[in-house]
């Protein structure tokens, strides 16, 4: 039988408190595994979580499931929801689970005697049932799981910045093989040579800096 508690301790040992929406990530990590059928603790790699936010609420998904980034088992895209989707790896049956709407409105209902919301959040989301406390869809990925979990340890170069690229996450171009930050749109300018990016080559017309480019280079990217 799973131990509520024992995963709530385990989930505010990383903060040296808990709070509600650790509650959300350890309960939202439970249905998620449970709609799939899957068994309690997960072993093998058989369970991907897609986590829409980072923060406590991941740190609580990651104690429900043992799914982690490091393992490659987890990933995070943030949409700044407080939100996961549970992925059988086997299958490719998929299930998001997002708290209700009102969730917060019916928190009161379960700790009527509380007079702050967040202490009545924190009491209440550890044992509101399931069906007030969560919406749970079946969904279809749209990026293949094949390529999400790819292949570890395959490594290749980007043509332009000349940096290993690891885990099939290269962008094919024009014949270029490109990181995605010189493929763009990068989430970093490098200061020191602002130049070294794929806008400068769009913008100077200059030639690619390891290789002859053909006829359709980094122009038409």
């Not at 989930?11 to 939202?28: E, M």
């Not at 595994?33 to 991941?58: M, S, W, Y």
């Not at 010189?182 to 970093?188: F, I, K, L």
């Amino acid at each position: 039988m799973i131990d509520l508690q024992a995963l709530l301790a385990a989930s505010a040992a990383r903060h040296s408190h808990l709070c509600p929406r650790q509650v959300l990530g350890v309960r939202t990590g439970l249905t998620g595994i449970a709609r799939l059928e899957l068994t309690h603790p997960i072993q093998n790699k058989l369970l991907l979580v897609v986590v829409e936010t980072d923060g406590c609420f991941t740190d609580g998904v990651e104690v429900a499931t043992g799914c982690t980034v490091g393992h490659r088992t987890m990933r995070v895209e943030d949409y700044g929801k407080i939100a996961a989707t549970f992925i059988k790896v086997s299958s490719g049956e998929a299930v998001r689970v997002s708290p209700r709407l009102d969730v917060r409105k019916r928190a009161w209902d379960y700790a009527p005697d509380e007079t702050k919301h967040y202490f009545a959040q924190l009491q209440a989301y550890q044992f509101m049932p399931d069906s007030d406390l969560f919406n749970v869809n079946e969904v279809e990925l749209t990026i293949p799981l094949e390529k999400i979990i790819s292949q570890a340890g395959i490594r290749t170069e980007c043509d332009f910045c000349g940096e290993d690229i690891i885990n099939q996450r290269e962008v094919h171009r024009n014949g270029f093989t490109l990181c995605k930050t010189c493929a763009g749109p990068a989430y970093y300018i490098n200061i020191k040579d602002p130049r070294n990016s794929i806008v400068s080559i769009l913008s100077s017309g200059a030639d690619h800096p390891n290789h002859t480019p053909p006829d359709d280079s980094l122009s038409g990217i």
